[in-house]
């Protein structure tokens, strides 16, 4: 079984920055895709940025494309994701997930493709 636990999001003003995090606990994740979504109230969960399992490929929503960047640590079985110049848009919750299958260098953006998830960590963005 494989826990997912997001933090590092809060509270933070229109242009300024963020850095939310995703560790795992139950399973080495070193040979997965990681990918982060964000779900606003009466919307379908939406594709933030994804990164391959050795962290060579990454792909991004064109919505936050320029000011998100996702890395990810596999000594420390940790996914991150580094927000700048924020906007209230952006106020929503955000989940980190992990796609098991194994060394794809495919970075998929659809949520039916991953297998597990975190309870999600709130960001909002004042204007």
């Known amino acids: 079984q494989v826990q997912l636990v997001e933090s590092g999001g809060g509270f933070v003003q229109a242009g300024g920055s963020l850095r939310l995090s995703c560790t795992a606990s139950g399973r080495t994740l070193n040979a997965y895709a990681m990918g982060w979504f964000r779900h606003a109230p009466g919307k379908e969960r939406e594709f933030v940025s994804g990164?391959?399992?050795?962290?060579?490929?990454?792909n991004y929503a064109d919505s936050v494309k320029g000011r998100v960047t996702i890395s990810r640590d596999n000594a420390k079985n940790t996914v991150y994701l580094q927000m700048n110049r924020l906007k209230p848009e952006d106020t929503v919750v955000y989940y980190c997930?992990?796609?098991?299958?194994?060394?794809?260098?495919?970075?998929?953006?659809?949520?039916?493709?991953?297998?597990?998830w975190g309870k999600g960590t709130q960001v909002t963005v004042s204007s």
């Open positions: 990164i391959s399992w050795s962290g060579a490929n990454t």
């Open positions: 997930a992990a796609r098991l299958t194994p060394h794809t260098m495919v970075v998929v953006s659809t949520t039916g493709d991953y297998d597990y």
